[in-house]
């Protein structure tokens, strides 16, 4: 099998954030994987606060979730988080967000680019920030 850098958090369950069928409501795995996200930054020493005072932004572009099993208020819930693809021009971060039992409740990924903050214009993620690329490169999953 091979090895990459796999970052756990744990996702703090709301009754909020349940629907009327009493399960988590599907839009809020989106905010479990920009927890995720953030996590695996955080994990290898990087943060979009620096990357936003360098002057660029890295919005999404793409995102796709699977749900496979209901996460339900109570639930112990955690995003797993690795980073999938990373070419220099867009960075795809894998998901899975599983129960306390270790159950995957979903799966996803979301695409990200690098753009500048003052025109939005798509820049290489390579150019703009090459120790940060080579260190994805490095636990990117293979």
């Not at 939005?120 to 999953?141: C, G, Q, V």
Request: charged content about 25%.
């Amino acid at each position: 099998m091979d090895q990459y850098f796999v970052s756990t958090r744990e996702i703090q369950l709301y009754y909020a954030d349940t629907d009327a069928m009493g399960v988590i409501y599907h839009a809020n795995y989106l905010k479990f994987f920009e927890l995720g996200r953030t996590g695996i930054i955080e994990d290898l020493g990087y943060n979009y606060v620096a990357m936003e005072e360098a002057g660029y932004f890295a919005p999404v572009y793409d995102v796709q979730c699977t749900y496979k099993k209901p996460l339900r208020y109570g639930d112990k819930g955690f995003v797993k988080t690795w980073v999938e693809l990373n070419d220099g021009i867009k960075t795809v971060y894998g998901y899975s967000i599983v129960n306390g039992e270790e159950e995957v409740c979903a799966t996803g990924t979301t695409t990200h680019i690098i753009v500048k903050k003052e025109n939005f214009r798509p820049t290489s993620f390579k150019k703009a920030f090459p120790e940060w690329f080579l260190k994805y490169e490095e636990i990117k999953k293979k």
